[in-house]
């Protein structure tokens, strides 16, 4: 069992930056692929970011490559995702995900999620 945990999420401005973290409770947490999804209001949890289990290889959504970094620490398991030139679209709730093996993109590929933080990015 994974319990994951999210924080940094808030408000900023069009153009701003915010890192978000994501605490995980496992044993073994480098045997997970970790996720990053989005949801905002009235729309599907859509995939924003993935990283593989040592954080050598990671993969983005069309929507927020070159603004989006994801990184991993396993000694502290966690997740991070640093987001940068922030636009009003990227504002929803945002959920750190985990699964064994691989790196995924889909939503239903994930078996662990976390309760999600809200980043608001104003115009």
């Known amino acids: 069992q994974v319990q994951l945990v999210e924080s940094g999420g808030g408000l900023v401005q069009t153009g701003g930056s915010l890192r978000l973290s994501c605490a995980a409770s496992?044993?073994?947490?480098?045997?997970?692929?970790m996720g990053w999804f989005r949801q905002a209001p009235g729309a599907d949890r859509e995939f924003v970011a993935t990283?593989?289990?040592?954080?050598?290889?990671?993969s983005y959504a069309d929507s927020v490559k070159g603004r989006f970094t994801i990184s991993r620490d396993n000694a502290n398991n966690t997740v991070s995702l640093e987001m940068n030139s922030l636009k009003p679209e990227d504002t929803a709730v945002y959920y750190c995900?985990?699964?064994?093996?691989?790196?995924?993109?889909?939503?239903?590929?994930?078996?662990?999620w976390g309760s999600g933080t809200q980043v608001t990015v104003s115009s």
């Open positions: 990283v593989n289990w040592s954080g050598g290889s990671t």
């Open positions: 995900a985990a699964k064994v093996g691989s790196m995924a993109t889909e939503v239903h590929q994930y078996t662990y």
């Open positions: 496992a044993r073994s947490f480098s045997y997970y692929a």
